[in-house]
Protein backbone atom coordinates (compact mmCIF):
# COMPACT_ATOMS: atom_id res chain seq x y z
CA UNK A 1 0.00 0.00 0.00
CA UNK A 2 1.32 3.77 -0.86
CA UNK A 3 1.54 5.45 2.48
CA UNK A 4 0.79 9.32 2.96
CA UNK A 5 3.82 11.25 4.03
CA UNK A 6 2.68 12.12 7.50
CA UNK A 7 2.56 16.10 8.39
CA UNK A 8 2.87 17.59 11.82
CA UNK A 9 0.15 18.34 13.57
CA UNK A 10 -1.61 21.45 12.53
CA UNK A 11 0.05 21.81 9.21
CA UNK A 12 -1.72 21.41 5.48
CA UNK A 13 -1.05 20.47 2.26
CA UNK A 14 -1.45 23.69 -0.09
CA UNK A 15 -4.03 21.94 -2.04
CA UNK A 16 -6.13 22.02 1.19
CA UNK A 17 -5.64 24.99 1.44
CA UNK A 18 -6.17 26.25 -1.98
CA UNK A 19 -9.36 24.20 -1.66
CA UNK A 20 -10.97 25.97 1.27
CA UNK A 21 -9.47 28.97 -0.35
CA UNK A 22 -11.82 28.33 -3.89
CA UNK A 23 -14.54 27.02 -1.77
CA UNK A 24 -14.55 30.56 -0.20
CA UNK A 25 -14.16 32.98 -2.99
CA UNK A 26 -16.42 31.38 -5.08
CA UNK A 27 -19.40 31.17 -2.47
CA UNK A 28 -18.95 34.52 -1.32
CA UNK A 29 -18.68 35.78 -4.63
CA UNK A 30 -20.87 33.74 -6.72
CA UNK A 31 -17.97 33.12 -9.20
CA UNK A 32 -18.95 31.62 -12.40
CA UNK A 33 -22.33 30.97 -11.37
CA UNK A 34 -25.04 29.89 -13.58
CA UNK A 35 -27.56 32.29 -12.48
CA UNK A 36 -26.80 36.40 -11.64
CA UNK A 37 -28.96 37.03 -9.06
CA UNK A 38 -26.29 36.75 -6.20
CA UNK A 39 -25.57 39.39 -4.09
CA UNK A 40 -21.51 40.52 -4.37
CA UNK A 41 -19.08 40.69 -7.23
CA UNK A 42 -20.47 40.18 -10.59
CA UNK A 43 -17.15 40.57 -11.69
CA UNK A 44 -17.10 37.36 -14.27
CA UNK A 45 -19.74 36.30 -16.83
CA UNK A 46 -22.35 33.77 -16.11
CA UNK A 47 -21.74 30.39 -16.74
CA UNK A 48 -24.95 28.99 -19.18
CA UNK A 49 -23.78 24.89 -18.91
CA UNK A 50 -22.30 23.12 -16.12
CA UNK A 51 -19.01 22.67 -18.28
CA UNK A 52 -18.45 26.17 -17.93
CA UNK A 53 -19.04 26.57 -14.56
CA UNK A 54 -16.72 23.47 -14.00
CA UNK A 55 -13.81 25.57 -15.75
CA UNK A 56 -14.94 28.63 -13.90
CA UNK A 57 -13.64 26.75 -10.90
CA UNK A 58 -11.17 24.55 -11.99
CA UNK A 59 -9.55 27.84 -13.06
CA UNK A 60 -10.32 29.86 -9.98
CA UNK A 61 -8.70 26.81 -7.80
CA UNK A 62 -5.25 26.68 -10.00
CA UNK A 63 -5.51 30.93 -9.32
CA UNK A 64 -5.88 29.94 -5.39
CA UNK A 65 -3.44 27.03 -5.54
CA UNK A 66 -0.60 29.46 -7.14
CA UNK A 67 -1.44 32.22 -4.84
CA UNK A 68 -0.92 30.02 -1.74
CA UNK A 69 2.62 28.55 -3.40
CA UNK A 70 3.60 32.05 -3.76
CA UNK A 71 3.12 32.69 0.31
CA UNK A 72 5.01 29.90 1.43
Known amino acids: M???PTLPPGSRRNE???LDLMKFVAMTTGY??????GVGF???GAATKPEE???HL???Y???????R???
Do not use: H, M, N, P
Not at 62 to 68: E, F, G, H, I, T
Open 2 to 4: DET
Open 16 to 18: DIA
Open 32 to 37: GRTTSS
Open 42 to 44: QGT
Open 53 to 55: YAG
Open 58 to 60: LAL
Open 62 to 68: SQCLDAV
Open 70 to 72: SKK
